[in-house]
């Protein structure tokens, strides 16, 4: 493995996006959208851009192969709908393919399990699924998809996640200033940089291929330092080993100047988090199989951005 690259050689040697005009317009009118013009000023509803799902790491510029990093999206998925409940607007930055909000609970074999035919021949939602499926339609028409506060945008490998997140973290001014960054997904710290990498499929003929990966530039430090200084940042550790969850977590706290870090073990994700913040560790478990962990998440991360919003904003008085 070589050293960590600077991230401008890591922007400038990527891929360039190829729909980059078309999310930047994407990106402004959400922008526009949600902000709402007051008497007093630019009076901005609360904004979150939820990243989700893993990133790859092509391993041939014409990709056969890649490196993948372990993450369904389902974390991201349950939060943005919380989020969008507890009345944020929500960009979901996500892995193309990965779970989806308002579609959690759709079979994975087949969705068919859903359907049933009736007497006239006609396609309707089967009984035994009818209040979840209408439950999920109803969300997602009224604070989705209907109010325009949900924006999706999708990435497979890393190179355009980081894209994205810098595009989202520099021109959408909602989340840039005093939003909210809630970084589930799951990104690769290691990565065969663009100019390096093989044009075509590897063949197998040459023998076991050898290759260097190169350190992903630590861009939670970009983030915080120069895309959105003032944004509430929320990033998540995932890791194996118990004996060093929490210390991780600290390090990331300290090192990247997030405001909160979430912590979580793979072998008990889905039950169990702790929240690390300057100087606390509050654990959260889920109460019983009918809860989502992330409400809780939620609920107590929105407690905690509004007040460092308003806490930002006794500042600007006095001065
Ligand atoms: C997480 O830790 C998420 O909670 C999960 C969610 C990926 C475990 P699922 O999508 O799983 O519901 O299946 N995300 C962050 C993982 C990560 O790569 N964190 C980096 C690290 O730990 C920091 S960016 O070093």
Redesign the pocket.
Known sequence: MVGAEDPETFFETAPPLRDADAVRTKLQEFNARNSIISAGGVDRRPTVCVT???TTVPLEQRCVRYID??????????STEYFLKAGYAVIFLHRRG??QPYCRFLPDDSFLKFLDVNEESKVQVAESHQTAVKESIWDYCKVGYGGGSLLKLQFTTIFEYLQLLRMVATSVSTVGQRGMFY???????FYVPWDSMAKHKIQSAGGPPEMRLSQVPKM?AVLRDQWAPLAFCV?????TNSDILVQ?ADM?LNKYKMNIV?A?L?AT??EQ?IIVTNGARNTVRRRNSDEDLEEQIIKLLAQKHSKYICGSQMDATRV
């Open positions: 989700s799902g893993g990093n372990f993450s369904s999206g389902h974390r991201g998925a349950a990965s779970c970084l589930a997904a799951a990104v690769s710290d939670l990033s998540f550790k995932l890791e991780k990331a979430v979580n793979l994700y889905k988090v």
